[in-house]
């Protein structure tokens, strides 16, 4: 089920104090990112995979995640997150399968939200990748709440 507007709203704002609470104190960059994820991924009912692909090296390699089994790497400029990572933009696919070079973990997958991750210096160090069982279920209300997460 795609919450509405006005549902997204009070569903990210009562998911981002509960994860400001839990990643207070923490510095630790897995521990975050396992934290986030774990409760993004109960709050939202339009979420189907909820997690982080990290930058290594030429690659982007999984991280914390919830759903089932991801792929484990992602080689820059390929799928979806690949795409996030090179151009260092954010993405939002209505549509995976009319995504040139989507990489399809599960079957399942139909709509898709891409933000990069980046460090002080502006640098994109891990890509959030969040999957959506229905088409076009990412909109500009996911985006600015997902965009404010991060910079927690
Ligand atoms: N959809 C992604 C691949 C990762 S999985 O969906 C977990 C992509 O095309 O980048």
């Given at each position: 089920m795609i919450p509405t507007r006005d549902e997204k709203e009070k569903l990210y704002a009562d998911a981002a104090m509960r994860i400001q609470g839990l990643l207070s104190?923490?510095?630790d960059l897995v521990a975050r990112m396992a934290g986030m994820v774990s409760i993004l991924h109960g709050a939202m009912?339009?979420?189907?995979w909820t997690g982080f692909y990290r930058v290594v090296g030429d690659e982007l390699v999984i991280g914390p995640y919830q759903g089932t089994p991801g792929c484990s790497r992602i080689a820059r400029g390929r799928g979806v997150c690949g795409t996030a990572w090179e151009q260092g933009a954010i993405q939002v696919v209505?549509?995976?399968?009319?995504?040139?070079?989507?990489?399809?973990?599960?079957?399942?997958?139909e709509s898709e939200i891409v933000v990069p991750v980046r460090d002080c210096r502006g640098e994109v160090i891990a890509v959030l990748d969040v999957d959506s069982?229905?088409?076009?279920?990412?909109?500009e209300t996911d985006q600015r709440w997902l965009e404010q997460i991060l910079c927690f």
């Amino acid at each position: 089920m795609i919450p509405t507007r006005d549902e997204k709203e009070k569903l990210y704002a009562d998911a981002a104090m509960r994860i400001q609470g839990l990643l207070s104190g923490e510095t630790d960059l897995v521990a975050r990112m396992a934290g986030m994820v774990s409760i993004l991924h109960g709050a939202m009912p339009h979420f189907f995979w909820t997690g982080f692909y990290r930058v290594v090296g030429d690659e982007l390699v999984i991280g914390p995640y919830q759903g089932t089994p991801g792929c484990s790497r992602i080689a820059r400029g390929r799928g979806v997150c690949g795409t996030a990572w090179e151009q260092g933009a954010i993405q939002v696919v209505a549509d995976v399968h009319a995504f040139p070079g989507h990489i399809a973990c599960d079957p399942r997958s139909e709509s898709e939200i891409v933000v990069p991750v980046r460090d002080c210096r502006g640098e994109v160090i891990a890509v959030l990748d969040v999957d959506s069982a229905e088409k076009a279920a990412f909109d500009e209300t996911d985006q600015r709440w997902l965009e404010q997460i991060l910079c927690f």
